[in-house]
């Protein structure tokens, strides 16, 4: 009596459609590109920050504003304000 029956699921009996397959590919494809896009902008709008090319141009001009206060400033003892304590 059972083997008059169709054992197989309602899922294993259903044929996708091969448009609708590229159709969610595409949705699937088009949201994980979503996700990703504004960090991949992100670190090439600031790929010299990471690079350290921001780093090197702070301390180029610490270093310019210490010899110009050197120059300016000539023999003078400079006090520093010590903001630790």
């Known amino acids: 009596m059972v083997s008059e ?3 197989k ?3 294993f009996n259903v ?3 091969r448009k609708q397959a590229a159709n969610t590919a595409k949705t699937v494809e088009n949201a994980i590109g979503a996700i990703w ?8 709008t600031n790929e010299n920050v990471f ?3 921001v ?6 001009l610490n270093m310019q504003t210490m010899q110009l ?5 000539g023999n003078k003892e400079i006090r520093n304000i010590d903001i630790q304590s």
């Open 9 to 11: 699921s309602f899922g």
């Open 69 to 73: 206060g050197t120059i300016v400033n």
């Open 5 to 7: 029956f169709n054992i």
């Open 37 to 44: 896009e504004p960090v991949l902008d992100y670190l090439k």
């Open 55 to 60: 780093g090197a141009e702070i301390q180029r």
């Open 15 to 17: 044929i996708p459609d």
């Open 51 to 53: 690079s350290g090319d």
